[in-house]
């Protein structure tokens, strides 16, 4: 008996218990279009993440002071040392020294509170150049960013993101308005466009943008170390180029060597990772669950094809006795099961495409099919057919004929 | 004319547990090409566990059995099936057809195990469906056949790989009067178309039509004899 007169007998016999086998493929079905939806969930929060991020530029270094040690030896985490300066960042704006950087902003980052007329509100208050705009990749939805002029001078002027504006301000616009940080009067010139971007859990739409000088007035801090340097890489294709000069002239302008940096720089890359990975844990997590329900699947499709062996006992008895090999009736029966796979596998990817259709509606999720995972959703539902046929197959190959024929 | 059949010093033991059960003890049996032999016996007595043997179905314990000049004793299932599938053809007490497939596939199958091609099997089962005829009801199911009927669907299923040998056991066991009637005339007209027959029954004027009668009890051929009403040669 060819293949192909074995898978068209298989398909008769499953259509011939069309309840029972829909009933039997619909674990397989339920594993595989979760399956589906899972790996479509991760690849579509990576591919959201991956969006965000480059929003923020793609060409960004961003360098943070290192750990510091205090008295007693206690070491802080990264961060907690106070050795980046605004003379670092001067340095690396000199185009001799690092010529792969396009843009240069450090930022003075500190907490600070915000009030207009009896509303306030507390934010970020960062203290910066005129490049951070563009090394920041940010635009504005009104006003002005502050002058080099501004800078030079320290003069109480700000630029508010639009989360700020609207807590502050209500629906009004702010540009031109008067606010308090701290008790200073300051003045708002401008207005950021919102980014709905969020790098490490704090809004980029919540801020007030200050020139360095006026930041460190504001806040009372003295001397002039900063909380991150801000570098953008002249295209994305020399942010490795730009890392490595960063990395070099801030080595030896500290007196350190790389290995033992006060300092770290991170890519969006990195953060991109860092994002992955959270989203990789919830894959696997789910994909685990999907997987148990696939093997649950699976043992539905050996319980009933081992009711069907046994059903089936006359029909493979007589079937021995007109010449069917053992052979030939394991094949026949690895088959059925394998179809049955198959089926569930095809339906299940049908239910996980309409699902990923769907889903985006409902959760605000987007789901990414990748071909990848259907192919081997498919490939899996057969494989877990075959798996699990094998010893209902073998039970039928190994009957006798008499006793096939035989029983009742 | 040529031995087709040749059973020697044939054991057959059931064993259950710790229980043995002798159904064959010893059995010497020549059967000649074109024969038409009936066996026949109580119930007990080893005549299905016989037909079992010579259907190649099951081995025997002890003993030799040649089927057309081949050794059947040593063989192993896969070897055992080719010969059912050449060799043999079955006919059943209980029919034994495929419910879900019309007359014409259920005759087919053998020739789909023998590996023939689908158009050529076709036409050999509607010939054989012919032959038996049932010309005009290749594309019913078992269901809407009466027992007759279903009976000769499966004689044709048994002729259609033209077998050296038409096994049948109690082939009249489920049918009406008139039915057996039939089908024992289509056994009569087999036989005098050169065809070997052997039959197993317990009814006596079923025996009588067939030219060779075996009695079988205990495990022993107690007679063999030649009958007047069926030799036709």
Redesign the interface.
């Known amino acids: ?1 060819s293949w192909w ?1 074995t898978v068209r007998s298989g398909l ?1 016999a499953i259509e ?1 218990h069309r309840l029972r086998s829909s009933l039997t493929v619909l674990g397989i079905v339920i594993g595989i279009s979760s399956v589906i939806l899972t790996v479509g969930l991760g690849q579509g929060a990576q591919q959201e993440v991956r969006d965000r991020i480059d929003a923020l530029g793609s060409n960004l270094l961003i360098v943070s002071p290192g750990s510091s040690t205090d008295s007693s030896g206690v070491r802080g985490g990264f961060g907690s040392a106070s050795t980046l300066t605004r003379a670092d960042a001067t340095a690396i704006a000199d185009r001799d020294a690092v010529p792969d950087a396009a843009g240069v902003a450090p930022a003075i980052t500190s907490s600070v509170s915000l009030v207009n007329g009896d509303t306030n509100w507390t934010t970020s208050l960062v203290g910066t150049t005129t490049d951070w705009l563009d090394v920041r990749s940010r635009e504005l939805s009104a006003g002005r960013f502050f002058t080099s002029a501004e800078a030079v001078q320290g003069a109480t002027v700000a630029v508010i993101g639009a989360d700020t504006a609207f807590e502050l301000f209500g629906p009004q616009s702010p540009v031109g308005q008067q606010m308090s940080v701290n008790g200073t009067r300051v003045t708002v010139v401008g207005v950021l466009t919102a980014s709905g971007a969020s790098s490490s859990g704090s809004t980029e739409d919540d801020l007030a943008v200050v020139p360095a000088g006026t930041a460190s007035r504001l806040t009372g801090s003295t001397g002039d170390t900063v909380s991150t340097i801000y570098v953008e890489a002249a295209s994305a294709e020399r942010l490795s180029a730009a890392y490595q000069e960063v990395q070099a002239l801030l080595a030896t302008r500290h007196g350190v060597t790389t290995a033992d940096a006060d300092f770290s720089i991170s890519t969006q890359d990195s953060l991109v990772e860092t994002a992955n990975e959270t989203n990789r844990t919830f894959t696997v997590l789910l994909g685990g669950v999907a997987a148990i329900s696939l093997l649950v699947g699976g043992i539905g499709v050996m319980n009933i094809m081992l009711v069907s062996v046994t059903e089936r006992v ?2 493979i008895g ?11 009736i394991r094949r026949q029966f690895l088959v059925e099961a394998a179809l049955l796979g198959l089926t569930g596998g095809l339906v299940g990817v049908a239910v996980g495409i309409v699902g990923a259709q769907v889903l985006p509606h409902l959760i605000d999720q987007a789901v990414a099919v990748s071909a990848l995972a259907t192919v081997a959703a498919l490939v899996t539902s057969l494989a877990l057919g075959v798996g699990f046929g094998v010893y209902p197959a073998g039970r039928a190959a190994r009957l ?3 006793d096939a ?1 035989r029983s009742e | 004319m040529s031995t087709l059949i040749e059973l020697t010093g044939v054991r057959k033991t059931y064993r259950s547990g710790s229980l043995e059960f002798e159904a064959l003890r010893g059995i010497d049996i020549r059967i000649d090409e074109g024969e038409y032999v009936a066996v026949i016996g109580p119930s007990g007595s080893g005549k299905s566990t016989l037909m079992n043997l010579l259907g190649c179905l099951d081995l025997p314990t002890e003993g030799r059995y040649v089927l057309e000049g081949e050794d059947t004793s040593s063989l192993d299932e896969a070897a055992l099936a080719a010969i059912r599938n050449r060799r043999i053809g079955f006919v059943f007490q209980q029919f034994h057809l495929l419910p879900s497939m019309t007359a014409w596939r259920n005759v087919e199958l053998p020739l789909a195990y023998a590996g023939l091609p689908r158009p050529e099997r076709r036409e050999r089962a509607i010939a054989a469906l012919d032959k038996v005829g049932l010309g005009d009801r290749v594309d019913h199911r078992p269901g809407e056949l009466s027992g007759g009927q279903q009976q000769r669907v499966a004689v044709a299923r048994a002729l259609v790989t033209e077998p050296a040998l038409l096994l049948a056991d109690e082939p009249t066991g489920n049918l009406d009067s008139r039915s057996t009637g039939d089908m024992l005339e289509l056994f009569d007209e087999l036989h005098a178309s050169g065809r070997t027959i052997v039959l197993i029954t317990h009814e006596p004027d079923v025996a009588t039509r067939a030219g060779r009668n075996l009695v079988i009890d205990d495990g022993l051929i107690t007679i063999d004899r030649t009958t007047t009403t069926g030799a036709r040669t």
Request: net charge positive.
């Open positions: 008996m007169e008769a011939a006359r029909e007589l079937r021995k006795a007109l010449g069917a090999a053992p052979n030939v006798t004929p008499i024929l």
